[in-house]
Structures are given as C-alpha cells and as structure tokens.
C-alpha cells in the first residue's frame, strides 16, 4: 500500500513537501518514482530513486527545483518541491514501477 499526504494549495515560488508512506513490501529493496497528472493528459514521471537513494533522475521540468528522496528507516518516499509554478498544479502520486503499484494521489494547486 502506498498513501500519499502533503499536497495543497499555494502561491507560485512557494514551496512543499510530499511524503508516501509505504507498507505491504519490502521498501528498501525497490526503486521509486514520483508521477503527476492534470486532466486531460498522460501522467507525467517527475522523479525516479533507486535503492538507496544511490541514484535520482528528474523531468527536465523540475530540474533544479524538486527533490526526490527517501527514508528507508520508515519506509517513506518524499518529495520536496521549491520554487512552485502553476504548470506543477496537478495529481502527485507515488509508484513502486517494478512491483506497478500506485497510491491514490496528493492534489498540488499552485495558484495566487
């Protein structure tokens, strides 16, 4: 099971943190990815971390302003998202990709 928690809404250039709280595998051993989604597309990768946070990758579109990371201790995947635009508005969900679960998704809304 994945559940997301942390979305909301905020002005652009503010910033917020995602958390996914992961349970019913083994979370340390799987690779991790961030995903969002705004009506009337396909869901976007943002962020993706291997085991161990050893590697992360990112959409060219948060470069440089999201940061994805995990707590293995607590089986948590986080995303710290700075510098907000309203292009980020959107659905966040976590993904276990090897395993092809999904969480039910954290609203985003960058807006002033």
């Known amino acids: 099971q994945l559940v997301e928690s942390g979305g909301g809404l905020v002005q652009p250039g503010g910033s917020l943190r995602l958390s996914c709280a992961a349970s019913?595998?083994?979370?340390?051993?799987?690779?991790m990815r961030w995903y969002r989604q705004v009506p009337q597309k396909a869901r976007e990768l943002v962020a993706h971390i291997t085991m161990r946070g050893r590697l992360t990758t990112y959409a060219d579109s948060v470069k440089g302003r999201f940061t994805i990371s995990r707590d293995d201790g607590k089986n948590t995947l986080f995303l710290q998202m700075n510098e907000l635009k309203p292009n980020d508005t959107g659905v966040y969900y976590c993904n276990v990709p090897t395993l092809d679960y999904w969480g039910q998704g954290t609203q985003v809304i960058v807006s002033s």
């Open positions: 019913g595998f083994t979370f340390s051993q799987y690779s």
